[in-house]
């Protein structure tokens, strides 16, 4: 099985995946983005998204900033601070962005915004550099 076919079945961007979050990215202004839109499978409690789906959601986009420019990261640590309820239904857009590289150590930043710009998740993560990938394996959705 090709990287490319080991690929659709992750769990963030795979689209193989029947259970997957099936997330798309763009790279804009620096930053790395998706729009996703919580439907109620992705639910806490009532009418908002699950902490983990919107953790899984940062973590998704700020690891796969790298595996655009051929360069696996892995995450060492999340750090994740919930500013307010997520609402279902709406399309919330996701960024990830670098905020420091030091050798195989990088820092990330990342955030999840209502259509409003209203942030309601912020999240810091340590990555390391773990290898080189293919990085047309992860190329950008049009």
């Known amino acids: 099985m090709s990287e490319e076919e080991r690929n659709d079945w992750c769990f963030g961007c795979g ?3 029947p259970i997957g979050l099936k997330m798309t990215f763009a790279l804009k202004d620096g930053k790395y983005t998706s729009v996703f839109k919580a439907g109620p499978e992705h639910q806490s409690y009532e009418g908002t998204v699950h902490g983990g789906i919107l953790s899984a959601l940062l973590d998704e986009t700020m690891g796969r900033y790298h595996c655009r ?3 696996k990261a892995i995450t060492a640590r999340l750090e994740t601070r919930f ?7 709406e399309p919330l857009t996701v960024c990830g962005w670098v905020v420091k590289e030091r050798g195989k ?3 990330m930043a990342g955030s999840v915004a209502l259509a ?3 942030v309601t998740v912020e999240a810091k993560a340590s990555m390391i ?14």
């Open 129 to 142: 550099v773990a290898g080189t990938i293919d990085p047309e394996a992860y190329r950008d959705e049009p």
């Open 105 to 107: 150590l990088i820092e």
């Open 15 to 17: 689209k193989a995946n």
């Open 69 to 71: 420019q051929g360069v």
């Open 116 to 118: 409003d710009g209203t």
């Open 83 to 89: 500013r307010r309820p997520t609402p279902i239904g």
